[in-house]
């Protein structure tokens, strides 16, 4: 079955570039999403189909897909974003997520 | 704003169901997929499943096909959520999500309802 890798852990300090891979065959073939989700609340979708962000979610916020893996790209990273990442894509008519993970601003 | 509400917290028995609520409101409910996907205590996120009310179509993740049914009533713009037999291992919040895209092969969740409290113990 298909699945999605992402590492449980990245540290960034404030200011800094972060970046969140998510690993899958040729899952630069399909489209990646991706999601935050801060503790206790909902997901909130902040990259669709590989680069594309919706409406009210800052520029700093990025994202690309090729080869085996997409990547999410927070820059100029605030506080604010420490959260969990999740990444999404379909295979097979089924939507995967990758296991999550935990973004630390430090 | 379009939103999706979901009922309240249950607590079931082993071996129970339970039904779960999501109702829309804001915003054309046929025409888009709501899925459903649950996040045990500490874990990540696993998709369920999803209906396309506008087809009345469905499907599942195979490792709940059996267990699970997925519903929608177009006349309230409501989905339900349906988990059979259930486990000590159901145990988590329950969310349902709304999917956009060109297909419902690439999908993206962009509005998802607050989570249900679903607690399955003896």
């Known amino acids: 079955s298909y699945e999605l890798t992402q590492p449980p852990s990245v540290s960034v300090s404030p200011g800094q570039t972060a970046s969140i891979t998510c690993s899958g065959d040729?899952?630069?073939?399909?489209?990646a999403c991706w999601y935050q989700q801060k503790p206790g609340q909902s997901p909130v979708l902040v990259i669709y189909?590989?680069?594309n962000r919706p409406s009210g979610i800052p520029e700093r916020f990025s994202g690309s897909n090729s080869g085996n893996t997409a990547t999410l790209t927070i820059s100029g990273t605030q506080a604010m974003d420490e959260a969990d990442y999740y990444c999404?894509?379909?295979?097979?008519?089924?939507?995967?997520f990758g296991g999550g993970t935990k973004l630390t601003v430090l | 704003q379009e939103q999706l509400v979901q009922s309240g917290a249950e607590v079931k028995k082993p071996g129970s169901s339970v039904k779960v609520s999501c109702k829309a409101s804001?915003?054309?409910?046929?025409?888009?997929?709501i899925s459903w996907v649950r996040q045990a205590p500490g874990q990540g996120l696993e998709w369920m499943g999803q209906?396309?009310?506008?087809?009345?179509?469905?499907n599942s993740a195979q490792n709940l096909q059996g267990r699970v049914t997925i519903s929608a009533d177009k006349s309230t713009s409501t989905a339900y959520m349906e988990l059979n037999s259930l486990r000590s291992e159901d145990t988590a919040v329950y969310y349902c999500?709304?999917?956009?895209?060109?297909?419902?092969?690439?999908?993206?969740?962009?509005?998802w309802g607050q989570g249900t409290v679903v607690t399955v113990s003896s």
């Open positions: 189909q590989d680069d």
């Open positions: 040729k899952l630069g073939e399909k489209y």
């Open positions: 999404q894509a379909w295979d097979s008519s089924t939507a995967l």
């Open positions: 209906i396309i009310p506008i087809f009345d179509t469905t």
């Open positions: 804001g915003g054309s409910f046929s025409t888009y997929g």
């Open positions: 999500a709304r999917g956009v895209g060109a297909a419902p092969s690439e999908y993206a969740f962009d509005i």
